[in-house]
Protein backbone atom coordinates (compact mmCIF):
# COMPACT_ATOMS: atom_id res chain seq x y z
CA UNK A 1 0.00 0.00 0.00
CA UNK A 2 1.17 3.47 -0.63
CA UNK A 3 1.93 5.48 2.11
CA UNK A 4 3.30 8.96 2.80
CA UNK A 5 5.20 9.04 5.96
CA UNK A 6 3.36 6.34 7.59
CA UNK A 7 -0.34 7.35 6.56
CA UNK A 8 -2.35 6.03 3.99
CA UNK A 9 -2.98 8.55 1.15
CA UNK A 10 -6.70 8.58 2.79
CA UNK A 11 -5.11 9.74 6.18
CA UNK A 12 -3.20 12.12 4.69
CA UNK A 13 -5.61 13.43 2.42
CA UNK A 14 -7.29 14.04 5.52
CA UNK A 15 -5.20 15.62 7.29
CA UNK A 16 -4.52 18.17 4.42
CA UNK A 17 -7.92 18.67 4.03
CA UNK A 18 -7.96 19.43 8.08
CA UNK A 19 -5.55 22.08 8.67
CA UNK A 20 -5.42 23.62 4.71
CA UNK A 21 -9.21 23.66 4.38
CA UNK A 22 -9.09 21.56 1.41
CA UNK A 23 -7.38 18.67 -0.62
CA UNK A 24 -5.10 21.46 -2.68
CA UNK A 25 -3.10 19.02 -4.75
CA UNK A 26 0.21 20.62 -4.21
CA UNK A 27 0.40 19.57 -0.83
CA UNK A 28 -0.40 15.79 -2.15
CA UNK A 29 2.47 16.43 -4.27
CA UNK A 30 3.97 18.12 -1.25
CA UNK A 31 3.70 14.63 0.82
CA UNK A 32 5.26 12.58 -1.65
CA UNK A 33 8.48 15.43 -1.09
CA UNK A 34 8.39 15.15 2.25
CA UNK A 35 8.16 11.41 2.05
CA UNK A 36 11.19 11.14 -0.46
CA UNK A 37 13.17 13.61 1.19
CA UNK A 38 12.38 12.03 5.23
CA UNK A 39 13.88 8.38 3.41
CA UNK A 40 17.19 9.87 2.04
CA UNK A 41 17.80 12.56 4.40
CA UNK A 42 21.25 12.02 5.91
CA UNK A 43 22.03 10.70 9.04
CA UNK A 44 21.35 12.79 12.03
CA UNK A 45 18.53 13.22 14.75
CA UNK A 46 18.18 16.59 13.70
CA UNK A 47 17.27 18.37 11.03
CA UNK A 48 15.45 21.36 9.45
CA UNK A 49 13.39 21.99 6.18
CA UNK A 50 14.19 24.86 3.60
CA UNK A 51 11.30 25.00 1.50
CA UNK A 52 11.48 27.03 -2.09
CA UNK A 53 7.78 28.36 -2.33
CA UNK A 54 6.05 29.86 0.25
CA UNK A 55 2.60 28.63 -1.89
CA UNK A 56 0.98 25.28 -0.51
CA UNK A 57 4.37 23.39 0.49
CA UNK A 58 4.94 24.91 3.42
CA UNK A 59 2.10 23.44 4.66
CA UNK A 60 2.49 19.65 3.70
CA UNK A 61 6.38 20.20 5.61
CA UNK A 62 4.17 21.40 8.54
CA UNK A 63 1.75 18.35 9.00
CA UNK A 64 4.53 15.71 7.76
CA UNK A 65 7.66 16.74 9.86
CA UNK A 66 8.29 18.61 13.51
CA UNK A 67 9.17 21.93 11.44
CA UNK A 68 6.65 24.61 11.88
CA UNK A 69 6.90 28.47 10.21
CA UNK A 70 7.01 29.08 13.94
CA UNK A 71 9.73 27.49 15.64
CA UNK A 72 11.69 28.25 13.12
CA UNK A 73 12.97 24.69 11.74
CA UNK A 74 10.89 25.60 9.18
CA UNK A 75 12.85 28.06 6.71
CA UNK A 76 11.23 29.35 3.54
CA UNK A 77 12.72 31.14 0.74
CA UNK A 78 10.46 32.64 -2.48
CA UNK A 79 12.06 31.49 -5.10
CA UNK A 80 9.53 30.12 -6.87
CA UNK A 81 10.02 26.60 -7.21
CA UNK A 82 8.68 23.82 -5.99
CA UNK A 83 10.89 21.82 -4.23
CA UNK A 84 12.50 21.44 -0.85
CA UNK A 85 15.35 20.50 1.27
CA UNK A 86 15.22 18.05 4.15
CA UNK A 87 18.84 19.39 5.95
CA UNK A 88 21.34 18.11 9.00
CA UNK A 89 20.39 21.03 11.11
CA UNK A 90 24.62 22.03 11.92
CA UNK A 91 26.50 20.78 9.10
CA UNK A 92 23.76 21.74 6.02
CA UNK A 93 23.83 18.63 4.28
CA UNK A 94 20.69 17.68 3.14
CA UNK A 95 18.59 16.19 0.47
CA UNK A 96 16.70 18.39 -2.11
CA UNK A 97 13.78 17.06 -3.48
CA UNK A 98 11.69 18.97 -6.52
CA UNK A 99 8.56 18.45 -9.18
CA UNK A 100 10.87 17.59 -12.07
CA UNK A 101 8.75 18.82 -15.27
CA UNK A 102 10.29 16.62 -17.32
CA UNK A 103 8.29 13.93 -16.26
CA UNK A 104 4.86 14.96 -16.65
CA UNK A 105 4.04 14.00 -20.02
CA UNK A 106 2.49 10.70 -18.74
CA UNK A 107 0.41 12.89 -16.43
CA UNK A 108 -1.35 15.54 -18.23
CA UNK A 109 -3.86 16.54 -15.75
CA UNK A 110 -0.93 17.61 -13.56
CA UNK A 111 0.98 19.51 -15.60
CA UNK A 112 -2.39 21.13 -16.72
CA UNK A 113 -2.22 21.84 -12.91
CA UNK A 114 1.33 22.49 -12.26
CA UNK A 115 1.90 24.59 -15.25
CA UNK A 116 -1.78 26.18 -15.02
CA UNK A 117 -3.13 25.08 -18.63
CA UNK A 118 -6.34 24.72 -17.13
CA UNK A 119 -8.51 27.38 -15.73
CA UNK A 120 -8.88 25.71 -11.72
CA UNK A 121 -12.97 25.34 -12.50
CA UNK A 122 -11.67 23.52 -15.94
CA UNK A 123 -9.94 20.73 -13.84
CA UNK A 124 -10.77 17.47 -13.28
CA UNK A 125 -10.02 17.65 -9.66
CA UNK A 126 -10.96 13.59 -9.33
CA UNK A 127 -8.82 12.79 -12.33
CA UNK A 128 -5.83 14.66 -10.97
CA UNK A 129 -5.62 13.27 -7.48
CA UNK A 130 -5.82 10.51 -9.17
CA UNK A 131 -2.84 10.66 -11.14
CA UNK A 132 -0.91 12.54 -8.44
CA UNK A 133 -1.75 8.86 -6.47
CA UNK A 134 -0.40 6.95 -9.04
CA UNK A 135 2.59 9.34 -10.33
CA UNK A 136 3.89 8.78 -6.81
CA UNK A 137 7.19 9.91 -6.33
CA UNK A 138 7.93 8.93 -10.17
CA UNK A 139 7.06 12.78 -11.15
CA UNK A 140 9.76 13.86 -8.38
CA UNK A 141 13.83 14.36 -8.44
CA UNK A 142 16.68 14.29 -5.33
CA UNK A 143 19.60 15.63 -5.02
CA UNK A 144 22.16 15.93 -2.50
CA UNK A 145 23.05 19.28 -1.89
CA UNK A 146 24.73 21.40 0.98
CA UNK A 147 22.70 24.34 2.29
CA UNK A 148 24.12 27.84 2.02
CA UNK A 149 25.40 28.93 5.37
CA UNK A 150 22.60 32.04 5.80
CA UNK A 151 19.85 29.16 5.99
CA UNK A 152 21.90 26.83 8.46
CA UNK A 153 21.17 27.45 12.18
CA UNK A 154 19.09 30.04 13.81
CA UNK A 155 19.34 33.48 14.11
CA UNK A 156 19.58 35.26 17.74
CA UNK A 157 16.47 37.43 18.54
CA UNK A 158 18.98 39.71 20.74
CA UNK A 159 17.46 41.96 23.59
CA UNK A 160 13.98 43.38 23.13
CA UNK A 161 13.32 47.28 24.23
CA UNK A 162 10.34 49.45 24.06
CA UNK A 163 9.86 51.54 20.42
CA UNK A 164 9.78 55.38 22.01
CA UNK A 165 7.59 56.21 19.38
CA UNK A 166 4.60 53.12 19.58
CA UNK A 167 5.44 51.84 22.92
CA UNK A 168 5.28 48.52 21.75
CA UNK A 169 8.03 45.97 22.44
CA UNK A 170 10.37 45.49 19.39
CA UNK A 171 14.14 43.87 18.74
CA UNK A 172 16.63 46.63 19.17
CA UNK A 173 18.88 45.14 16.08
CA UNK A 174 16.36 46.84 13.93
CA UNK A 175 17.16 50.24 14.79
CA UNK A 176 16.24 52.91 17.30
CA UNK A 177 12.52 52.74 16.55
CA UNK A 178 10.73 49.41 15.59
CA UNK A 179 10.72 48.65 11.81
CA UNK A 180 6.98 49.74 11.57
CA UNK A 181 7.92 53.54 13.28
CA UNK A 182 10.69 53.53 10.44
CA UNK A 183 8.02 53.41 7.66
CA UNK A 184 7.04 49.88 7.13
CA UNK A 185 3.09 50.62 6.67
CA UNK A 186 0.68 48.05 7.69
CA UNK A 187 -2.25 50.27 8.64
CA UNK A 188 -3.95 53.13 7.21
CA UNK B 1 -13.38 27.51 32.90
CA UNK B 2 -11.01 29.26 31.10
CA UNK B 3 -10.95 28.58 27.31
CA UNK B 4 -8.84 29.30 24.17
CA UNK B 5 -10.80 29.24 20.95
CA UNK B 6 -12.87 27.00 22.73
CA UNK B 7 -9.96 24.33 24.18
CA UNK B 8 -9.26 24.14 27.78
CA UNK B 9 -5.77 24.99 28.74
CA UNK B 10 -4.96 21.89 28.73
CA UNK B 11 -6.03 20.68 25.74
CA UNK B 12 -4.42 24.06 24.47
CA UNK B 13 -0.61 22.80 25.60
CA UNK B 14 -0.89 19.71 24.34
CA UNK B 15 -1.73 20.85 20.79
CA UNK B 16 0.82 23.43 21.11
CA UNK B 17 3.22 20.88 22.45
CA UNK B 18 2.12 18.36 19.24
CA UNK B 19 2.30 20.72 16.74
CA UNK B 20 5.15 23.12 17.29
CA UNK B 21 7.08 20.33 19.50
CA UNK B 22 7.32 22.24 22.81
CA UNK B 23 5.18 24.34 25.40
CA UNK B 24 6.45 27.37 24.00
CA UNK B 25 5.23 30.24 26.58
CA UNK B 26 4.56 32.27 23.42
CA UNK B 27 1.88 30.22 21.94
CA UNK B 28 -0.07 30.41 24.99
CA UNK B 29 0.36 34.16 25.13
CA UNK B 30 -0.44 33.68 21.46
CA UNK B 31 -3.70 31.31 21.87
CA UNK B 32 -5.40 33.81 24.22
CA UNK B 33 -4.73 36.59 21.43
CA UNK B 34 -5.78 34.38 18.63
CA UNK B 35 -9.39 34.40 21.03
CA UNK B 36 -9.25 37.89 21.72
CA UNK B 37 -8.98 38.64 18.06
CA UNK B 38 -11.48 35.83 17.18
CA UNK B 39 -14.25 37.34 19.63
CA UNK B 40 -13.98 40.92 18.27
CA UNK B 41 -13.58 40.16 14.66
CA UNK B 42 -15.36 42.08 12.26
CA UNK B 43 -18.27 40.66 11.07
CA UNK B 44 -17.96 38.81 7.77
CA UNK B 45 -17.46 35.09 6.82
CA UNK B 46 -14.05 35.14 5.72
CA UNK B 47 -11.07 36.97 7.23
CA UNK B 48 -7.43 36.07 6.93
CA UNK B 49 -4.32 36.88 9.82
CA UNK B 50 -1.65 39.23 9.56
CA UNK B 51 1.17 38.26 12.23
CA UNK B 52 4.21 41.04 12.92
CA UNK B 53 6.40 38.51 13.85
CA UNK B 54 8.07 34.97 12.39
CA UNK B 55 8.75 33.83 15.63
CA UNK B 56 6.55 31.57 17.55
CA UNK B 57 3.18 33.73 17.18
CA UNK B 58 2.61 32.69 13.74
CA UNK B 59 1.70 28.56 15.22
CA UNK B 60 -0.73 30.01 17.43
CA UNK B 61 -2.91 31.20 14.30
CA UNK B 62 -2.18 28.17 12.03
CA UNK B 63 -2.97 25.45 15.34
CA UNK B 64 -6.57 28.19 16.07
CA UNK B 65 -8.01 29.10 13.13
CA UNK B 66 -7.96 28.03 9.03
CA UNK B 67 -5.36 30.47 8.41
CA UNK B 68 -2.10 28.60 7.59
CA UNK B 69 1.36 29.11 5.74
CA UNK B 70 0.68 27.16 3.26
CA UNK B 71 -3.02 28.61 2.17
CA UNK B 72 -2.02 32.17 2.38
CA UNK B 73 -3.92 33.16 4.91
CA UNK B 74 -1.77 33.33 7.38
CA UNK B 75 0.54 36.66 5.83
CA UNK B 76 3.82 36.96 8.14
CA UNK B 77 5.72 40.30 8.24
CA UNK B 78 8.69 40.75 10.30
CA UNK B 79 8.02 43.92 12.40
CA UNK B 80 9.04 42.18 15.16
CA UNK B 81 6.34 43.35 17.16
CA UNK B 82 4.30 40.51 19.15
CA UNK B 83 0.86 41.32 17.54
CA UNK B 84 -2.17 39.69 14.89
CA UNK B 85 -4.39 40.81 13.45
CA UNK B 86 -7.56 38.88 12.20
CA UNK B 87 -9.04 41.06 9.10
CA UNK B 88 -11.80 40.87 7.21
CA UNK B 89 -10.30 39.39 3.67
CA UNK B 90 -11.55 41.56 1.32
CA UNK B 91 -12.24 45.39 2.75
CA UNK B 92 -9.39 44.59 5.80
CA UNK B 93 -11.10 45.79 8.34
CA UNK B 94 -9.53 44.12 11.51
CA UNK B 95 -9.32 44.15 15.39
CA UNK B 96 -5.31 44.00 15.90
CA UNK B 97 -4.15 42.25 19.39
CA UNK B 98 -0.80 42.87 21.00
CA UNK B 99 1.06 42.06 23.82
CA UNK B 100 0.83 45.32 26.11
CA UNK B 101 4.28 45.45 27.90
CA UNK B 102 3.09 47.99 30.44
CA UNK B 103 0.60 45.54 31.17
CA UNK B 104 3.41 43.30 32.63
CA UNK B 105 4.43 45.01 36.05
CA UNK B 106 2.12 41.84 38.21
CA UNK B 107 3.82 38.99 36.10
CA UNK B 108 7.57 39.36 36.48
CA UNK B 109 8.03 36.08 34.93
CA UNK B 110 6.45 36.54 31.75
CA UNK B 111 8.11 40.08 31.84
CA UNK B 112 11.47 38.21 32.30
CA UNK B 113 10.76 36.20 29.24
CA UNK B 114 9.42 38.90 27.12
CA UNK B 115 12.41 41.16 27.79
CA UNK B 116 14.63 37.95 27.70
CA UNK B 117 16.39 39.72 31.29
CA UNK B 118 16.67 35.75 32.52
CA UNK B 119 18.40 32.94 30.58
CA UNK B 120 16.46 30.54 29.24
CA UNK B 121 17.70 28.19 31.62
CA UNK B 122 17.33 29.95 34.43
CA UNK B 123 13.67 30.92 33.72
CA UNK B 124 10.75 28.90 35.85
CA UNK B 125 8.85 27.30 33.03
CA UNK B 126 6.03 26.03 36.08
CA UNK B 127 5.67 29.68 37.17
CA UNK B 128 6.46 30.98 33.59
CA UNK B 129 3.21 29.47 32.34
CA UNK B 130 1.06 29.33 35.67
CA UNK B 131 1.36 33.35 35.26
CA UNK B 132 0.27 33.21 31.79
CA UNK B 133 -2.65 31.11 32.20
CA UNK B 134 -3.75 33.70 35.39
CA UNK B 135 -3.19 36.99 33.34
CA UNK B 136 -4.96 35.06 30.26
CA UNK B 137 -6.26 38.51 28.28
CA UNK B 138 -5.22 40.99 30.94
CA UNK B 139 -1.86 41.35 29.64
CA UNK B 140 -3.37 42.33 25.55
CA UNK B 141 -4.30 45.18 24.03
CA UNK B 142 -6.47 45.77 21.24
CA UNK B 143 -7.64 47.64 18.54
CA UNK B 144 -9.69 48.36 14.87
CA UNK B 145 -7.14 48.91 12.24
CA UNK B 146 -7.56 48.67 8.30
CA UNK B 147 -4.70 46.80 7.23
CA UNK B 148 -3.21 48.21 4.13
CA UNK B 149 -4.62 47.07 0.86
CA UNK B 150 -0.64 45.69 -0.13
CA UNK B 151 -1.46 42.99 2.79
CA UNK B 152 -5.46 42.45 1.37
CA UNK B 153 -6.11 39.82 -1.67
CA UNK B 154 -4.34 37.15 -2.63
CA UNK B 155 -1.45 37.94 -4.99
CA UNK B 156 -1.75 35.28 -8.24
CA UNK B 157 0.99 33.24 -8.88
CA UNK B 158 0.29 34.43 -12.92
CA UNK B 159 2.07 31.85 -15.36
CA UNK B 160 5.15 28.91 -14.80
CA UNK B 161 7.77 28.09 -17.13
CA UNK B 162 11.01 26.49 -17.15
CA UNK B 163 14.06 28.02 -16.27
CA UNK B 164 16.50 27.65 -18.78
CA UNK B 165 19.10 27.33 -16.63
CA UNK B 166 18.40 25.09 -13.91
CA UNK B 167 15.62 23.15 -16.02
CA UNK B 168 13.06 23.52 -12.95
CA UNK B 169 9.41 25.37 -12.90
CA UNK B 170 9.53 29.05 -12.02
CA UNK B 171 7.26 32.07 -11.92
CA UNK B 172 7.82 34.24 -15.30
CA UNK B 173 7.13 36.99 -13.91
CA UNK B 174 10.19 37.08 -11.61
CA UNK B 175 12.17 36.75 -14.94
CA UNK B 176 13.67 35.45 -17.67
CA UNK B 177 15.26 32.80 -15.55
CA UNK B 178 14.52 31.59 -11.78
CA UNK B 179 15.45 33.60 -8.87
CA UNK B 180 18.07 30.68 -8.09
CA UNK B 181 19.60 31.60 -11.37
CA UNK B 182 19.31 34.88 -10.92
CA UNK B 183 21.56 34.77 -8.17
CA UNK B 184 20.40 34.04 -4.98
CA UNK B 185 22.17 31.31 -3.09
CA UNK B 186 20.60 28.59 -1.67
CA UNK B 187 23.34 25.73 -1.93
CA UNK B 188 27.31 25.52 -1.70
Known amino acids: MTTICGYSTDEC?????????HPAPGLLIGGFMVDMAMRNKPAGEFFDVLCETPVCLPDAVQ???PCTY???WLKVVD????????????????????LDA?????YPEIKNWFFKLKRKEEQDRDK????ILAAGPRILGASSVLVDAKHVGKKKGGPTAICPKCGEAYPVKTGTTCRACQGEVLYK
Open 102 to 106: SKLDD
Open 128 to 131: LIGE
Open 70 to 72: GNG
Open 13 to 21: LARVVKFHG
Open 79 to 98: IGRFAITVFEKYSGKGVRVH
Open 63 to 65: LLT
